[in-house]
């Protein structure tokens, strides 16, 4: 449990973007470390919404008034706008800062990251690539939550025995706000986010296709088959109400693990067709139910 006592690992931080996860991360931030002192940056409407539910103090009219004086830059922007800002922030930041962006993938941002921070910049802010595994389908900071990484895994492109301690203060400060580290490289972070995190969102926006196309015209049946959905059907469309700006970005720069996801998917898809009326389904279910039972789980350690 944090306490007003605890000394915040940054005790300057800039957010970018303070949307659901910026907001939600500031909100986190100043429960667990209430003496540490938060910029934002965004849409001034935005911004001053922020400040008004107390994830950050005070906010930034540019990029370079946020990052000068943050000891931790916290990119959680789009992936292309976040892309699009590396330079700025290589620029501005304070040297020996930390800079790490929240993008659901990470061999592109990676990249470009390498060529604005140290080692390549001498003296200068280090970039380290992160992905919290947290969210929900609506958006924007009235909709952040302190509690929303609380039982996340939080993925950290490093090495769980990179010497840098700015790295290793960072995640301490995750593990304080309730998510536990994953440690993984680009390559195997975004294989492992095209199957449990792309390929879900884009079966929901697949499922509500199928219902909207089977429902709509059906002149006899007074809307069926929508007017038998059930919780189940609510359950698996949770995703669907995802605005796909949030997603465009994603697909972008994840598009060939996110396409071989949807092979994969037809081909489960081919296989439980063929065998409907065999007793073969049997194993499909038993293997189906290990996989939810390890959902529930606790999770730790590295992809």
Not at 56 to 70: F, K, L
Not at 105 to 116: E, L, Q, W, Y
Not at 222 to 251: H, K, N, T
Request: charged share 20%; net charge neutral; with cysteine.
């Amino acid at each position: 449990m944090s306490s007003s006592t605890n000394i915040p690992p940054f005790h300057r931080v800039a957010i970018l973007g303070t949307g659901l996860i910026g907001g939600s991360f500031g909100l986190a931030l100043r429960k667990a470390f209430p003496g540490v002192s938060i910029v934002g940056y965004a849409r001034p409407e935005s911004a001053a919404q922020a400040v008004t539910r107390g994830a950050i103090h005070e906010s930034a009219e540019d990029i370079e008034g946020a990052v000068r004086d943050a000891d931790l830059v916290y990119i959680a922007l789009p992936i292309g706008a976040a892309i699009e800002a590396l330079p700025t922030i290589g620029r501005h930041a304070k040297a020996r800062a930390l800079v790490t962006d929240v993008g659901s993938t990470k061999a592109f941002i990676c990249k470009m990251a390498a060529d604005n921070f140290w080692p390549v910049v001498k003296n200068g802010a280090r970039f380290l690539g992160g992905h919290p595994m947290a969210g929900k389908e609506q958006s924007g900071v009235e909709h952040a939550d302190a509690a929303l990484f609380q039982g996340a895994s939080y993925a950290l492109i490093a090495s769980r025995e990179d010497g840098d301690a700015r790295v290793k203060k960072f995640a301490e400060l995750v593990r304080a706000i309730g998510a536990e580290p994953v440690w993984c490289e680009t390559e195997a972070h975004d294989r492992a986010v095209g199957i449990t995190s792309h390929l879900p969102q884009l079966v929901a926006v697949a499922l509500a296709r199928v219902i909207q196309d089977e429902t709509k015209g059906k002149t006899n049946d007074a809307g069926l088959p929508l007017a038998l959905a059930g919780p189940g059907l609510q359950d698996m469309l949770r995703l669907a109400g995802s605005p796909y700006e949030v997603w465009r970005d994603v697909f972008l720069t994840n598009t060939e693990n996110a396409a071989r996801a949807l092979d994969r998917l037809g081909q489960a898809l081919d296989y439980m067709r063929t065998r409907l009326a065999s007793k073969d389904m049997a194993q499909e279910f038993e293997t189906a139910n290990q996989v939810a039972k390890r959902l529930r789980k606790p999770r730790s350690g590295a992809i």
